[in-house]
């Protein structure tokens, strides 16, 4: 249990950071000077900011239901365990004047990724953060990771390995990918 609180604890920071970066007004130019650019995504802009003035950041505990994602050592679900980290940075968040925070899933049930990102933008969410527990081949392994990926697609080799090992997440729960 110590050591997830850790886990918990260092993620927290990261995603939190992650947050607050993406909606501090030198980025919020930035998305503003590139607004100009032709989006390629087939996904709808996301929406200004609401009435009340607040960013909304969309949470994504990543896996569920009959994707269990990584498994511990001890039997631990990932599933579960970025759940619980996905409250945890959604209770820390909402105590920032300008931050919203929603989350795709607040129970243990399976949705593809598409639908992930198609429930961000029926929100209008500003930020889309999936958050996932790693696994690795030793138990002694510890820290924490952050991975953006571009909308533009794939660009590494690390990029579209990860990327399709959560399409296969998906076709696992029987979504057409």
Same mark, same amino acid.
């Given at each position: 249990?110590? =050591? ?8 927290? =920071?990261?995603?939190? &950071? ?14 503003? !000077?590139?607004?100009?650019? !032709? ?9 200004? $900011? ?5 960013? @909304?950041?969309?949470?994504? $505990?990543?896996?569920?239901?009959? *994707? ?6 001890? &039997? ?10 996905? &409250? ?17 899933? *607040? ?11 198609? @429930? ?6 500003? =930020?889309?953060?999936? @958050? ?6 030793? $138990? *002694? ?37």
């Amino acid at each position: 249990m110590h =050591l997830l609180k850790r886990l918990v604890h260092r993620r927290q =920071l990261l995603l939190s &950071g992650l947050a607050l970066a993406a909606l501090s007004p030198r980025a919020v130019q930035a998305k503003e !000077q590139s607004a100009g650019l !032709q989006n390629s995504s087939r996904h709808p802009r996301p929406a200004p $900011p609401t009435k009340n003035g607040k960013h @909304i950041v969309m949470l994504d $505990p990543g896996h569920g239901g009959i *994707d269990s994602g990584a498994v511990g050592e001890k &039997g631990s679900e990932e599933k579960h365990i970025v759940l619980e980290i996905a &409250g945890n940075v959604q209770r820390q968040l909402q105590s920032h004047p300008r931050i919203e925070v929603r989350l795709t899933r *607040d129970s243990d049930h399976f949705i593809p990724l598409y639908k992930r990102v198609e @429930i961000a933008h029926q929100h209008g969410a500003h =930020l889309f953060m999936s @958050i996932h527990a790693d696994g690795f081949t030793s $138990p *002694d392994a510890n820290g924490a990771s952050v991975f953006a990926l571009s909308n533009r697609g794939t660009s590494s080799s690390m990029a579209r390995y990860l990327s399709q090992r959560e399409n296969d997440a998906d076709k696992l729960g029987g979504a057409e990918v």
